[in-house]
C-alpha cells in the first residue's frame, strides 16, 4: 500500500534551488535511510513529507490512514516545561488532539467550580469559534476514542522508562543533552505511526540506547524515514536508501551497502555519459573553428547543441572544482593538550590528559554519556570525529 506520493516537488532557501522536480513514493513497511551532503536539503523535505513546512512546487498524495510522527535532529523545548508534558508539545495531529483535550476539561472543570452546573455558560475556543465545552468535550472524546489517544500518554510513559527516565514530572531545563532526545524519542513512538520520520536520531545517544533503538527499529512494522551518518545504522535497520544529490532523488532498494555498489554503477554511467559528451564537444568545436563558409551550411540547430554541450561541460568541470576545494592543506599537527584536566562539583571527570592529535586521525570516545559530553566540549568539534555509537569511516 502506498502511504505518500511525491510529485514534481520543488524548493528553494535564500534564494538556493534544494531540489527541483523531485518524484518518489513511499509505500507501507518500507524502512528508508535518506543520505547527501549536508546542506543538500535533506531536512528540508523531511519537513515538507511531515507537513511542517510548505513545499514551492509540485504535489504531495498523503493516503488517509497515514499517521506521520517526527523525531526533530534538534527538538524544541519549551522552558520550565516537565518530561510528562513536553509530550503535549509534539506536532503530529494526534498529539495535538491530546494537548486540546486536556486543556478543554481544565478550562471544564474551572468553570464549574466557579459558575456551577445549572447553565452551560462554559466557553471553549475551536477552529476559531466559541463554542460550549460541553459540545466540545464531547467531540473531542469521540476523536480520542477513535485516535486511541488514550493509550498514546500511556505508550510514553512506557517508553520513558525503557529509555531510562524514570522521573516525568523532572523538569526537562536541567536535563543533558541526551535525555532531552530521549524525551523526544519517546514522545515520537509513543504515537504508533505509520509513517516514522528520523532526523539524526542517534546523535547525543549513548551506545545502550543506539542499540535498543537499533533493534526496535529492525524490529518495526510500520515504515519510517531516517536521515544519519552512522554507517553501522543504516546497514543494520534499513531495507532501501534515498539519496539526494544536485538536487535530484535516486532510490535504491536494500541496505548502505548495496547503496553503495549501485551508485558506484550510477556514477560509472554517468561517467561514461560525460566522456561522451565531451568527444562530441570536440568535434563540434573543430566544425567551428573552420570558420564561415564551413558553417554556412549548417543550421543554427547544430550552434544550439553546441551551447547546450558547452553547458553541461561547465557545470561538470564546476562541480568537480567544487569537490577539489573541499580539501584544505594542513599541517601534520591539529591540536596539542597538555595536562588537560576538568571537574566539576568537587567531582573529577577528566584526570591530567595530553596528547597530540595528527592530521588523518579519527577517533572515537565511549563511556558514560556525561562524561563524554565533558571532554567534547573541551576540545573543538572540528578537530576530530566523536561517534557516540559504532566506530565507522567516514
Request: proline share 4%; glycine share 6%; net charge positive.
Amino acid at each position: 500500500m502506498n502511504l505518500i506520493s511525491i510529485e514534481n516537488l520543488s524548493k528553494t532557501v535564500n534564494d538556493n534551488p534544494l531540489f527541483q522536480n523531485v518524484t518518489m513514493g513511499i509505500d507501507e513497511g518500507e524502512k528508508i535511510g535518506f543520505i547527501g551532503p549536508n546542506g543538500a536539503g535533506k531536512s528540508t523535505l523531511l519537513h515538507i513529507i511531515a507537513g511542517l513546512l510548505e513545499e514551492d512546487d509540485g504535489n504531495i498524495s498523503k493516503n488517509n490512514n497515514l499517521r506521520i510522527s517526527m523525531l526533530e535532529q534538534t527538538p524544541l523545548i519549551p522552558v520550565g516545561i516537565t518530561v510528562r508534558d513536553f509530550l503535549y508539545k509534539g506536532d503530529s495531529p494526534v498529539i495535538k488532539l491530546i494537548a486540546e483535550y486536556h486543556k478543554c476539561i481544565k478550562n471544564y472543570n474551572h468553570t464549574e467550580s466557579t459558575v456551577g452546573s445549572g447553565r452551560d455558560l462554559r466557553l471553549h475556543r475551536r477552529a476559531g469559534s466559541l463554542l460550549p465545552t460541553s459540545l466540545i468535550l464531547q467531540k473531542l472524546t469521540e476523536q480520542m476514542d477513535k485516535e486511541n489517544g488514550w493509550e498514546i500518554e500511556n505508550n510514553y510513559l512506557s517508553f520513558l522508562s525503557e529509555l531510562k527516565l524514570d522521573n516525568p514530572d523532572q523538569i526537562m531545563d536541567n536535563l543533558s543533552g541526551g535525555m532531552k532526545k530521549k524525551a523526544a524519542l519517546a514522545r515520537a513512538l509513543a504515537s504508533k505511526p505509520t509513517l516514522l520520520i528520523l532526523d539524526e536520531p542517534t546523535n547525543h545517544l549513548d551506545i545502550e540506547i543506539i542499540e535498543w533503538l537499533e533493534k526496535y527499529l529492525h524490529a518495526a512494522n510500520f515504515s519510517f524515514i531516517m536521515v544519519t551518518h552512522d554507517r553501522y545504522f543504516l546497514d543494520s535497520v534499513c531495507t532501501g536508501i534515498m539519496e539526494l544529490d544536485k538536487g535530484r532523488i535516486y532510490k535504491y532498494p536494500g541496505n548502505y551497502s548495496t547503496f553503495l555498489e549501485r551508485r558506484n554503477i550510477r556514477l560509472s554511467t554517468e561517467q561514461n555519459e560525460q566522456a561522451k559528451i565531451k568527444s562530441i564537444l570536440r568535434r563540434e568545436l573543430e566544425w567551428l573553428s573552420r570558420g564561415p563558409k564551413a558553417r554556412a551550411s549548417k543550421d543554427k540547430k547544430r550552434k544550439m547543441r553546441i551551447e547546450d554541450l558547452m553547458d553541461k561541460k561547465s557545470q561538470i568541470e564546476h562541480e568537480s572544482t567544487e569537490f577539489s576545494s573541499s580539501n584544505r592543506r594542513l599541517g601534520k599537527k591539529i591540536l596539542e593538550l597538555k595536562n588537560i584536566e576538568k571537574s566539576y562539583n568537587n567531582k573529577t571527570v577528566i584526570s591530567p590528559f595530553t596528547y597530540k592529535f595528527k592530521k588523518g586521525e579519527r577517533i572515537g570516545i565511549i563511556g558514560p554519556m556525561d562524561l563524554e559530553k565533558q571532554l567534547f566540549s573541551i576540545l573543538s568539534p572540528d578537530k576530530f570525529l566523536l561517534i557516540m555509537g559504532k566506530l565507522e569511516k567516514d
